[in-house]
């Protein structure tokens, strides 16, 4: 009975191995805008903010989901009514009520973006922040990334091999170590850019021309390969 040898985890100097490591970062355009939509109201009693809030929150809906298509996801995150006591005085009185609501919007139109946006900072009482730009988990950036990692990987070992007067016979080897693209959503004084309007009292504000920031793509393999003998 015969058994099949047991491949060891280092080379031998009949077959020597040689491991190496491929990166690749590839820049390309983004794919999704993300913009960040936070709606105020105050009122003197709590039921007069609401309704307010309510109305405002309505009219921000119903204006993104006007814009069809373009809008990949719209979500409502966090809502809140606070009241404001008064600062002088004995007890707890209470001054106002503020009322806020944030509301998501993930656009795969740019231009539609710069209108909606700018439509939006026209609203009551409505702050936009963003946008924030990025590529989807599927966008085909991701895999460009990889080829060329693996590829990088492949020549570096080669030109190593042929440096000893070798060649490369088999592939041992791959490790995939990751590829993400640049965070999508960044922190103030990277892609974000924040912007905070009131109500405009005159005729509706001309579209805002956004530059979309290109996003980095990044990925790293490791790689083991056996050769022919080094000519020493």
Known sequence: ??????PQPYGTPEVPRVAVCGEARIEVDPEIARIGITVSARGTDRRSALEDLTRRNTAVLDLIKGYGDPVEKLETGTFSITPELTRHGRGERVRAYH????VTAELNDFTTLGELTT????LELTSVDGPWWALRPTSPAHGQAR???VLEAVQRAREY??????NLSALVELADLGAENASPYPQAGGAMRT????AAED??????DLEPQRQTVYAQVNARFT???PQL
Not at 1 to 6: G, L, R, V
Not at 161 to 166: F, N, Q, S
């Open 195 to 198: 912007m905070a309007f009131s």
């Open 147 to 149: 080829r060329q990692a």
């Open 1 to 6: 009975m015969t058994h099949e040898a047991t």
């Open 99 to 102: 009322g806020r609501v944030t």
């Open 119 to 122: 439509r939006l900072a026209d």
């Open 161 to 166: 091999a042929e440096a000893l007067g070798a």
């Open 227 to 229: 050769m022919t003998p």
């Open 203 to 208: 005729a509706t504000a001309p579209p805002l």
